[in-house]
């Protein structure tokens, strides 16, 4: 039995077998009371959030809404999603930007103070150890959110080359923001209710622009970004205000912002074309693989300087030999690890996520495929418990982004 | 209904537990669905209704209500045969593959067409409208091993609480 995020609070053990129940028992139970919680989970089960493990925290799933209702009401008004297990950092110094680019493949240097972007840190491979939301506040001062699941991994891989490079005079050090938590708010009103909480012009920041500002009488990270394909924001927030930051997000939406668990933000991320680290991206998958050539800035593709630029600078030259792709298909939604095949029969490659989507009502999915294969419109077979249903290449995102952008 | 929880998601990448928490998952009971006098019960949350020759087999209200929307139902070919504790479909919900057994042996006689087209059915109408195959009973004995509407009630009941 594969370890899931879906739980439904069903006896799942039930079903397993003795010897499955054994298993199961040793790999999880123990560690359960180590669930770590988030400052808001009272407010969570005080909603009705159903709570599961997630990368190592105990996270809400959904809340009373089902999760195909929460999705939709995220695209018409807005959802809010406690995100606190991610793991913010600072990293500071006057040799901060020099340090970051040695593990990353964005162009940090060339970010405007107060801007920010997607990137990936790589390995020695090309592989991808983590994607993650950077942002230059200052030329000495980079903010960045990697995934709680790689948390443990990002930081030892960070602390190792940092100490070389510190070792050799580079002036940088780290601060994780333990003593902070993190809200997503999502959606069309994302910004009018914020704008509600801080004096603000929420209307002077773009998308993926950051700024440090009062929002309900605490000093927050705020930056223009999500995981939902919708203008939204990320609130870094002192711990001991997030409660009363997140009641009055809901208060002044009238109730329109609704809280949104891991299951709609799973949809809404696969809608919008996101990759799911894990799934969609992973430690042999190089960016140029998963569709993120864009975020190679242009100076580190004739430059390099980072870790496996050999290996993603040739595949750049050369062309990768497998391709993400989007796949909208009949039958049951394909799932992570359902088979490709070309008209044939013959295997081109792996779902990597896929499922039902709420606001497009049709089963979409991610993928890789052997290059050739990829463009929009190529037809193919998805096996779903060995029967084979059509599928093909669909451009994402499969919804629109709403990205607030300078008109 | 075995629930097998999809494998599309980061906990599964992250090798992330499968298993609840004991503590308050699910801290709101959950003991509101129907369950209809007359017709017997599995433990993997299906129903089977005896009626003369036939045998109607569709899944628990209970068993809808976790799964949530229902988007997809894979039924078997009529003519085809089933066996008692084995599965014959399975259902797709936006949150989850389950796995649907059967509850008896025997001949397939009909499957529900109208749930290729509306799979919502399993939601809206568990019991008439979304039942899913109608078979001719091998060993109508194996009836009796299966739970009636109280047992079924209170099994539910330990399942919710036990989590």
Redesign the interface.
């Known amino acids: 039995?594969?370890?899931?995020?879906?739980?439904?609070?069903?006896?799942?053990?039930?079903?397993l077998s003795e010897a499955d129940k054994k298993a199961?028992?040793r790999?999880?139970?123990a560690?359960?009371a180590d669930?770590k919680k988030t400052v808001l989970y009272d407010f969570h089960?005080a909603h009705?959030g159903?709570?599961?493990?997630?990368?190592?925290w105990?996270m809400p799933?959904?809340y009373k809404d089902?999760?195909?209702d929460s999705t939709v009401n995220c695209r018409e008004n807005g959802g809010m999603f406690d995100v606190s297990h991610m793991c913010g950092l600072s990293l500071k110094g006057k040799d901060s930007v020099s340090f970051l680019e040695k593990l990353v493949i964005a162009d940090v240097a060339g970010l405007a103070p107060g801007t920010g972007t997607l990137t990936v840190f790589t390995n020695e491979k090309g592989g991808a150890i983590d994607d993650s939301v950077i942002t230059k506040v200052k030329d000495d001062h980079i903010y960045l959110v990697v995934?709680a699941?790689?948390r443990d991994k990002d930081l030892a891989h960070i602390e190792e080359h940092m100490k070389a490079f510190k070792a050799k005079g580079g002036d940088v050090s780290w601060h994780i923001h333990d003593e902070r938590s993190l809200l997503a708010l999502q959606g069309p009103l994302a910004a009018p209710v914020l704008q509600h909480l801080t004096k603000d012009d929420l209307s002077k920041l773009y998308f993926g622009e950051f700024r440090i500002l009062d929002i309900n009488g605490a000093t927050c990270f705020l930056t223009r970004t999500g995981y939902t394909g919708e203008d939204g924001f990320e609130i870094s927030v002192p711990s001991e205000n997030a409660l009363d930051l997140a009641k009055a997000i809901l208060e002044k939406s009238e109730g329109k912002v609704r809280l949104t668990g891991l299951?709609a933000r799973?949809?809404l991320r696969l809608e919008a074309g996101l990759c799911?680290?894990?799934?969609d991206m992973?430690q042999h998958i190089s960016p140029v693989e998963a569709g993120l050539t864009w975020a190679i800035g242009k100076r580190r593709r004739a430059e390099g300087g980072f870790l496996g630029a050999e290996v993603i600078l040739k595949q750049l030259a050369e062309g990768p030999s497998i391709r993400r792709v989007g796949f909208t298909s009949t039958?049951?939604?394909p799932?992570?690890?359902s088979e490709i095949q070309d008209e044939k029969g013959n295997n081109i490659g792996e779902?990597?996520?896929?499922?039902?989507s709420?606001c497009l009502k049709k089963?979409i999915a991610m993928g890789y495929v052997k290059s050739g294969l990829h463009k929009a419109g190529t037809k193919a077979k998805i096996l779903v418990?060995g029967k084979a249903y059509d599928g093909v290449v669909t451009k994402m995102p499969f919804v629109p982004t709403k990205y607030y952008k300078p008109s | 209904m075995a629930l097998r929880m999809w494998a599309s998601t980061t906990a599964n990448a992250l090798k992330i537990s499968c298993a609840t928490t004991k503590a308050p998952v699910f801290s709101l009971s959950r003991c509101f669905s129907t369950v209809l006098d007359g017709l017997k019960y599995a433990e993997s949350h299906e129903w089977v209704k005896h009626e003369g020759p036939v045998a109607t087999i569709g899944i628990t209200d209970h068993a809808q209500d976790h799964l949530g929307e229902v988007v997809f139902v894979e039924l078997p070919e009529p003519g085809g045969s089933v066996s008692k504790g084995k599965g014959f479909g399975a259902v797709e919900s936006v949150k989850a593959t389950s796995d649907v057994n059967s509850p008896i042996s025997g001949e397939i006689v009909e499957v529900n067409s109208k749930l290729t087209e509306t799979p919502g059915l399993i939601n809206s109408s568990p019991y008439e409208g979304g039942w899913m195959i109608k078979v001719k009973p091998g060993s109508p004995s194996e009836l009796e091993s299966l739970m009636g509407p109280k047992e079924y009630t209170k099994f539910c009941e330990e399942e919710d609480a036990s989590h």
């Open positions: 039995m594969r370890g899931s995020l879906w739980q439904l609070g069903q006896s799942i053990i039930r079903r199961v028992a790999r999880y139970f560690s359960e669930l089960v009705g159903k709570m599961v493990p997630f990368a190592g105990s799933i959904q089902s999760i195909m995934n699941g790689c299951g799973d949809s799911l680290y894990g799934n992973e039958g049951p939604p799932r992570s690890h779902i990597t996520s896929g499922g039902f709420p089963n418990r």
